[in-house]
C-alpha cells in the first residue's frame, strides 16, 4: 500500500528557510519520479516542482526556481524540499505526489508552511 | 504555460443528479489530462488519467471524455461520497498546470 507522509512544515518568518520532507513506503521509491504541490488557503492546486526517478532530472515553477530545491535519498525512501527566501505568497499545504506515466497517482496529506512574521 | 480553466467553480446539486465539469486548455494538449477529487482538509485522489481512465477504485458512475482542448467529467448519479472539490490538470508539458477547480455542494 502506497504512504506519503509529509513533515516539517510549520511558522517561519519572511526570509527565512525550511526544509520539508516525504517518508514514502509501500513501494520501490527509487523507481518513481517524485512532485511537490502546493495549495494556499482555500484555492487551488499548484505545481512547485519534480524529480526524476534517478534525481538527474528536476524541473521548478518559474516562481520557485532559485529559491526552492528538491531532492531525494533513495537510501531513505524520502523526498526534500529546501524552501530558501521565503514569503508570505509560499504559505500553503505542501504535498508530495508520486508520478506515474506523468500523472500524479498518489498524494501524500500535506504538512501546512505558514510564512508570517 | 498551458491554462486551464474550469466551469462551473461551484455546483449545487442533489443525489441522484447528472453532474458536468467541464475543463478547457489554452492549447492543445492530446489525451493528457487528469482529474482529481479534494475532499475538505484531505489530500487529492486521482481519479480519471488519460482523459477518459478511471483508477480501480472509481466507481462507474464517473466517466471522463474529450481530447484537444475540450474535457468532460461527467457523474451520472451523484451519491452522498462525491460532494467534494474536482481539478483537473494537464500533463502534455511542464509546467503542470491544474484548473481553478469545480467545488460540487449539496442543494
Known amino acids: 500500500q502506497v504512504h506519503l507522509v509529509e513533515s516539517g512544515g510549520g511558522v517561519v518568518q519572511p526570509g527565512r528557510s525550511l526544509r520539508l520532507s516525504c517518508a514514502a513506503s509501500?513501494?520501490?521509491?527509487?523507481?518513481?519520479?517524485m512532485h511537490w504541490v502546493r495549495q494556499a488557503p482555500g484555492k487551488g492546486l499548484e505545481w512547485v516542482t519534480l524529480?526524476?526517478?534517478?534525481?538527474?532530472?528536476?524541473y521548478y515553477a518559474d516562481s520557485m526556481r532559485g529559491r526552492f530545491t528538491i531532492s531525494r535519498d533513495d537510501s531513505k525512501n524520502t523526498l526534500y524540499l529546501q524552501m530558501n527566501s521565503l514569503t508570505p505568497e509560499d504559505t500553503a499545504v505542501y504535498f508530495c505526489a508520486r508520478e506515474d506515466d506523468d500523472y500524479l497517482d498518489y498524494w501524500g496529506q500535506g504538512t501546512l508552511v505558514t510564512v508570517s512574521s | 504555460d498551458i491554462q486551464m480553466t474550469q466551469s462551473p467553480s461551484t455546483l449545487s446539486a442533489s443525489v441522484g443528479d447528472r453532474v458536468t465539469i467541464t475543463c478547457r486548455a489554452s492549447?492543445?494538449?492530446?489525451?493528457?489530462l487528469a482529474w482529481y477529487q479534494q475532499r475538505p482538509g484531505k489530500a487529492p485522489k486521482l481519479l480519471i488519467y488519460?482523459?477518459?481512465s478511471l483508477e480501480s477504485w472509481v466507481p462507474s458512475r464517473f466517466s471522463g471524455s474529450g481530447s484537444g482542448t475540450e474535457f468532460t467529467l461527467i457523474i451520472s448519479s451523484l451519491q452522498p461520497d462525491d460532494f467534494a472539490t474536482y481539478f483537473c490538470?494537464?500533463?502534455?508539458?511542464?509546467?503542470?498546470?491544474f484548473g481553478g477547480g469545480t467545488k460540487v455542494e449539496i442543494k
Open positions: 524529480i526524476s526517478y534517478d534525481g538527474s532530472n528536476k
Open positions: 488519460k482523459a477518459s
Open positions: 490538470q494537464q500533463y502534455h508539458s511542464y509546467p503542470l498546470t
Open positions: 492549447q492543445s494538449i492530446s489525451s493528457w
Open positions: 509501500g513501494f520501490t521509491f527509487s523507481s518513481f519520479a
